[in-house]
């Protein structure tokens, strides 16, 4: 008996703490909701879409899914037990589909909220993957050029006291970098405050800092909402209770300040405030455009459609203003590389010139 109890409590710990890919997951409720449509048994649909060559973990927790429902779980209660596989989002538009008999609409739903979610996210990274790189290349090749090559030219140009302040600098800063205590210092620096930086950034006094910058702060809030209100539009849709449904929005769009916030939204809801009032009174939160479609949705008894329609408007201003972005960061980075490079050669060429000049 111990030892049964021990090998369940084994498989509970694999199911909570695997996860799978995103394209896996958005090939699973396509694949699914398309077979369910056509009338094939759910066990039987199960079966049939478990291989995923690319992402063998989700093979296994498919397999886990099929063996499940094939016992008598719900898909959404067998979903449940992996919560890195399937969010509490996804969980809930399972349950309704197969509460309302329509798992396979709900499924075709989930699919259409991924695919827009992760092109959000995606357009996010893919904006700030050019300057990272350009950024990334020029902190290398500086590191190899003031190593190997200033010390070399510098110290070839004459001694150390007679050269120029600026050059002095970059000697001192060359010979630093060719101590490997520097390095080992640096890396414990780095391991220290990488992580509390990050844990500060993804607070909410860190998000509003970022928020208070211009443009990325326009184009946080502006995806922020974007995630939020398609999640929000999504579950409203397909029959989730309002409460609910902000409480998996907030929780699901990646926003520190929104999933705070959530707590004072559920609260004025569940004591009869507007949600129109209730965003408006955080404009610092929540878009200009997010709160004039959800007003106009309550007054028209069409919130759920002009929630979306809002998600839509926030995406397309997210690719705007990323793409502002990029074209003010570019000639950053152009100036940050122009003034690292610059630096050296007027350090080292005017070491060349006061040794020319005492002869």
Not at 27 to 49: C, E, H, K, M
Not at 120 to 143: C, K, M, N, S
Not at 190 to 204: C, D, Y
Not at 293 to 315: K, P
Request: glycine fraction near 8%.
């Amino acid at each position: 008996m111990a030892s049964e109890r021990s090998n369940i409590a084994a498989v509970d710990r694999w199911r909570e703490k695997i996860s799978c890919r995103e394209a896996s997951l958005l090939a699973f409720s396509r694949n699914l909701g398309i077979l369910l449509n056509s009338g094939i048994p759910i066990v039987t649909a199960l079966d049939t879409i478990t291989h995923y060559p690319d992402d063998p973990k989700f093979e296994k927790v498919v397999e886990d899914l099929s063996g499940s429902v094939a016992q008598g779980f719900t898909l959404s209660r067998a979903m449940a037990r992996f919560p890195r596989c399937f969010l509490p989002i996804y969980c809930r538009m399972v349950e309704v589909g197969e509460t309302s008999g329509t798992l396979s609409t709900s499924l075709e739903a989930l699919t259409r909220w991924g695919e827009a979610d992760r092109k959000t996210r995606e357009h996010v990274r893919g904006a700030l993957v050019y300057p990272t790189f350009v950024l990334a290349v020029t902190f290398i090749l500086t590191i190899l050029l003031v190593t190997f090559f200033v010390p070399q030219v510098l110290e070839g140009a004459g001694r150390p006291a007679d050269l120029p302040l600026l050059s002095k600098a970059l000697l001192t800063v060359a010979h630093l970098f060719g101590n490997g205590g520097f390095w080992l210092v640096v890396l414990g620096v780095a391991g220290l405050t990488i992580p509390t930086l990050k844990r500060f950034l993804g607070s909410e006094n860190g998000e509003l800092l970022l928020r208070g910058i211009p443009v990325l702060g326009g184009v946080l809030q502006c995806a922020a909402d974007s995630r939020y209100s398609l999640t929000l539009s999504t579950l409203l849709s397909h029959g989730v209770d309002l409460p609910r449904s902000l409480q998996l929005a907030g929780e699901s769009c990646g926003s520190a300040l929104v999933a705070r916030d959530n707590k004072r939204i559920l609260n004025g809801i569940t004591h009869g405030e507007s949600l129109a009032e209730l965003y408006g009174a955080r404009p610092d939160v929540y878009s200009m455009i997010l709160r004039h479609m959800v007003r106009v949705g309550e007054e028209t008894s069409h919130l759920s459609e002009l929630i979306r329609f809002s998600s839509q408007i926030l995406a397309e201003e997210t690719e705007y203003l990323l793409d502002s972005l990029l074209a003010a960061l570019e000639p950053m980075v152009m100036t940050i590389v122009a003034v690292i490079v610059g630096g050296i050669l007027i350090a080292v060429f005017s070491s060349i010139y006061a040794q020319l000049g005492s002869f």
